[in-house]
């Protein structure tokens, strides 16, 4: 822990010397991105922010201007109100190029183009959710979207300043708990309340902001969700999954297992509702910001309490020719069922200190702590206890804009204590810690542009119980070119050269994961993985249509996968890290139009969406858990009082798999919904009411390691309540 306590001394004398300097500074512009302004509150329900040329503008430290980022996704107001289904990566399944890992109701981590874990940063307010959501897919991501103001998805060059984790991309969860402006009146409250039928689920979420004088704003918030098992169309397990068991069946039939045979018949049958997948969670968090001109600082603690059922594999209690003995325990448990116990505190700072006068214009600060436990249970019995402590921190420098050029440089720490505690403790106990430092430069005003970014890290992974520890050293870089087209339009092109170190969990894993029901191991001579991208992206305005189409491929060498074997190992599937040169080659696009316009203030737009991935190794084998292909489209009327909209989604069979995984088939889900503004002239109250899935169609997502046992939810009327006042 010695490197830990050095790093919370350093960073304490920091943060003490920014405390002592936001009064004397005060000459420069607002922070980029998060305004501190003082006046009319902006109504966080349904204001998007947009510079001047409509561009939007992200919050996100040190990115301010959508061209740097050559593709970024904005979830906020009634779209986030709409899309409120669950977990982080539920909220952003409509968008293009994004899915989500759809392991269970209570966890549901980002997809981005076919990356995930790994190589897809979840970020806070700019720094990791300090979890362990990537370290294994039936661990939930601890952020709660309830008490989300925006979701950012960020893409292209600028993704570097956030680590070399980001490939795929980083999701930017945006809250207020340290306030980002200040309320004009005594009071500010922002609350949501919500019902859905298909898992009985009510959630509740609400914060506080209030000034206290002299320029201090004190802010509370709080979430609540609690639901039951999930309803789904159908079969629980697939038509492959269905047809082992039968014929497991009908083997023990054969042999005189009659109570065997019968226990697998009816695991094969179940169907309408999935068992053991129960979400429930709350969050308490309070802040506290101090606003001097144009400078601010914040802090701000919060606790997050999960608890939600892992689903099991049907018949996974069924191992041919057990003792009788065995067999009784072991369908004891799983009728007992596997459930997880997730709890975090989280300490956070951020600083904006407005420098002015010279080559830097602002100094962006942010640390985060946390004490993340998370305990796997079977049955009532603690089966493996993970224990993270986690510190990250950034310090940004914003240069001053120079006529043409403009940028950011600075530096970031990262700190994480991993133990896991218990029979099914797969991964050894490890300490990684990494520190970077990273530039995004911009030059060009006029149709040209160029963005450049280059990142170094320093990482070491050691785990000592195993008396093993690995260096490495990474370098990453950027480069793109923008051209605009007039009218808005802009087409571009990036190159990227990245490298990744591998993850104590790649590294050191070796046991049994009963919640993923796999027996995983690693490989601790791992090697960096490191890959070359190009992308080409048109977006903006052709005519009255807003147009965002990309084409990217990625070429990776040494790139770290976890295959199925086709071995067991403990009556377990046995999943290996492996490395290998691997291609991955995807299109993704959206476009908006509005057909029709009855009034000024009444149209109806149409949207189609479409993402497309092909990975694969060198030798042609398809990687696992890659999205097939997906295509929707919406009609929505948009009115002042009403918001009308229907939408289908499709998404083909996914045919190319990798060894021992089962495809999945093609599906198409019916959406409809519909918002009400009830007082005139005030956006800020909206009443939601939808249904998902109206013709209750099965569906199954690729990218889920429980695709054959947990279906996509079934037929679900939702109807929400969101205001800020």
């Known amino acids: 822990m010695a490197p830990l306590v050095s790093a919370r001394v350093s960073l304490s004398a920091l943060a003490v010397a920014l405390t002592s300097q936001p009064a ?98 979840v970020l806070f307010d700019g720094i990791g959710a300090l979890d362990a959501s990537n370290t294994s897919d039936d661990h939930g991501v601890s952020i709660d979207p309830l008490t989300a103001e925006r979701i950012e998805v960020l893409r292209g060059p600028a993704v570097l300043l956030y680590g070399s984790q980001a490939i795929g991309g980083a999701v930017n969860v945006i ?41 201090f704003v004190f802010h509370a918030d709080g979430a609540f969700r609690d639901a039951g098992d999930l309803t789904v169309p159908g079969f629980v397990a697939s038509k492959a999954l269905r047809a082992e068991l039968l014929a497991a069946a009908s083997e023990e039939q054969a042999e005189g297992h009659l109570d065997e045979a019968d226990e697998l018949r009816e695991a094969a ?68 069922g596997v459930s997880i116990d997730l709890r975090q505190f989280r300490a956070d700072f951020r600083g904006d200190l407005a420098i002015g006068g010279g080559f830097v214009d602002r100094l962006l600060t942010r640390v985060g702590y946390s004490d993340y436990t998370h305990t796997e249970f079977e049955g009532a019995e603690v089966g493996t206890v993970f224990d993270i402590e986690g510190l990250e921190a950034r310090l940004e420098f914003v240069q001053t804009d120079l006529g043409a050029l403009r940028g950011s440089f600075g530096a970031q720490y990262y700190f994480r204590d991993f133990s896991a505690v218990g029979e099914e403790a797969f991964v050894a106990p490890n300490q990684s810690e990494q520190i970077g430092f990273f530039t995004l430069q911009e ?9 450049g970014a280059v990142r170094y890290e320093k990482s070491n992974v050691s785990a000592r119980t195993l ?38 969990e790649e590294l050191f894993a070796s ?33 009255p249509a807003q147009v965002s189409v990309a084409v990217f491929k990625n070429w990776f060498s040494d790139f770290i996968y976890l295959d199925e074997t086709g071995e067991e190992e403990d009556d377990l599937p046995v999943f290996a890290y492996r490395q290998g040169d691997a291609d991955y080659f995807g299109v993704e696009g959206e476009v908006k139009l509005p057909v029709a316009t009855f009034s000024p203030d009444a149209r109806l737009m149409a949207e189609a969406r479409g993402e497309y991935v092909r990975a694969k190794l060198a030798d042609g084998t398809s990687l696992p858990r890659i999205p097939p292909l997906g295509l929707s489209g919406a009609l929505a009327l948009e009115s002042g009082a009403f918001d009308v909209r229907g939408e289908v989604e499709w998404f083909a069979a996914q045919n190319r798999t990798a060894p021992f995984e089962t495809r999945t088939d093609s599906f198409a889900f019916v959406n409809a919904s519909i918002a009400w503004r009830p007082f005139s002239g005030r956006q800020n109250i909206s009443v939601l009411a939808a249904v998902d899935n109206i013709f209750d169609t099965e569906g199954r997502r690729h990218v889920s390691f429980t695709k054959d046992f947990v279906p996509l939810p079934g037929r679900s009327f939702r109807l929400s309540l969101r205001t800020s006042l």
């Open 269 to 336: 049958d179940q169907r309408g509702t999935l068992p053991n997948s129960f979400p429930r969670a709350w969050s308490a968090n309070a802040g506290l910001a101090l606003f001097r001109g144009d400078s601010t600082m914040g802090i701000s603690a919060g606790w997050y309490d999960s608890r939600y059922g892992v689903p099991e594999r049907p018949g996974a209690g069924h191992h041919h020719h057990h003792e009788e003995g065995e067999e009784a325990g072991d369908a004891g448990e799983q009728e007992a």
């Open 24 to 121: 004397m500074a005060q000459t420069a512009g607002p922070p980029s991105g998060v305004p501190a302004t003082r006046g009319a509150v902006v109504d966080d329900l349904h204001t998007r922010q947009t510079d001047p040329t409509g561009e939007i503008v992200v919050t996100a430290p040190g990115l301010e201007r959508l061209d740097v980022l050559a593709g970024t996704s904005v979830v906020e107001g009634l779209e986030l109100q709409r899309n409120l289904t669950g977990q982080i990566g539920n909220v952003l399944e409509d968008l293009p190029g994004v899915t989500s890992s759809s392991f269970a109701p209570g966890v549901a981590r980002p997809v981005l183009r076919g990356f995930s874990g790994e190589r897809v940063r």
């Open 175 to 215: 809250d207020k708990r340290i306030p980002r402006r200040v309320p004009d009146e005594a009071i500010h409250v922002d609350a949501l309340a919500g019902y859905a039928t298909v898992n009985d689920e009510y959630s509740l979420g609400g914060s506080v902001d209030a000034p206290l004088g002299g320029g």
């Open 511 to 543: 046991g049994p994961h009963i919640a993923t029901q796999a027996f995983e191991v690693g490989n601790p001579d791992l090697t960096l993985e490191k890959a070359w991208g190009l992308e080409g992206y048109v977006r903006g305005a052709v005519g």
């Open 467 to 504: 008396g093993l520890s690995r260096s490495f050293d990474a370098f990453s870089g950027a480069l793109g070119v923008s051209l605009g087209l007039g009218s808005g339009l802009r087409a571009g092109v990036n190159g990227t050269r990245v490298a990744r170190a591998p993850a104590g």
């Open 443 to 451: 030059y060009g005003n006029g149709p040209f542009e160029i963005e």
